[in-house]
């Protein structure tokens, strides 16, 4: 294990972003969806009357409920807190080692930061953990260890010709996030499909016509899909750190095209194993 003890929350608060956005749970999820489709953030907090957290919703929350007949219903009916993920509450003076255990257990990579009064003050992804790793040094206790060690799946690879309801469900039979466009080498990613599906562009199709829309090829993001980074495959821990924020894809991808790195191999992963 790379411990980081006696390391505490406050200090990830002072060096990366932990920006929070909150939408109430008795609200539809098209809610959530749309904040995640407008803004540059990977999941938003749900609250309860009183301004407590009680979950996170992110795209892969979201696209779980997609039926190519029922989606705007569904969209408008289902409510956040019939949807949400539970995730780790926790206090500033925490300690990091001891968080990242607990998201290994939980196993989404997110916690909500609370202040004395239980309401919630900043949302810690795994980004802004990446990102304290660096800023931290921590990297230099890493240069041994090889990143491709702490893959935790295989590169699934899919045409771009495929369906948006055929890219959909691979990603939820196969419990990842993102996947990877054979022909263009662009990554396709819960939250591209998330920007692209609620934009304003599509939001009326997708009430009067939604099988239209996911009949759409995959090549239909457009600017949706992100070129991820390509790394050797002997790549070393802190170098990979270092990477894995510069591109929008958010992850890595071995020259030889056989594996992927993301955010929570370099992360929960590496600290926790």
Not at 15 to 31: A, G, N, Q, R
Not at 210 to 237: I, Q, R, W, Y
Request: proline share 5%.
């Amino acid at each position: 294990m790379q411990s980081i003890l006696g390391v505490s929350i406050k200090q990830i608060l002072h060096t990366s972003p932990c920006v929070l956005y909150k939408v109430k749970e008795d609200e539809p999820i098209i809610s959530a969806g749309l904040h995640l489709s407008q803004l540059d953030v990977e999941g938003v907090v749900a609250v309860d009357g009183a301004g407590k957290p009680t979950g996170i919703i992110i795209g892969y929350n979201v696209l779980r409920l997609v039926n190519s007949n029922t989606v705007w219903s569904t969209f408008y009916q289902t409510r956040i807190s019939d949807s949400k993920m539970r995730v780790l509450l926790t206090k500033p003076e925490d300690d990091v080692q001891t968080i990242v255990k607990s998201i290994l257990n939980n196993g989404w990579g997110y916690a909500i930061v609370v202040n004395p009064g239980g309401a919630p003050t900043n949302l810690i992804g795994l980004l802004d953990i990446a990102d304290f790793l660096v800023k931290s040094g921590f990297t230099a206790k890493v240069t041994n260890v090889r990143a491709r060690d702490k893959a935790s799946n295989p590169l699934i690879s899919i045409s771009e010709r495929a369906t948006i309801m055929a890219v959909i469900q691979t990603m939820l039979d196969k419990h990842v996030r993102r996947l990877f466009i054979g022909e263009s080498e662009l990554v396709v990613s819960d939250r591209g499909i998330i920007k692209w599906l609620l934009s304003p562009a599509n939001l009326g199709r997708l009430r009067d016509a939604p099988n239209t829309v996911f009949a759409s090829p995959l090549n239909s993001l457009g600017p949706m899909l992100h070129k991820p980074v390509f790394v050797e495959k002997d790549l070393d821990a802190a170098r990979a750190l270092q990477l894995i924020s510069e591109g929008d894809a958010r992850c890595l991808i071995t020259d030889d095209r056989k594996m992927i790195l993301t955010p929570w191999d370099l992360t929960i992963s590496l600290l926790a194993k």
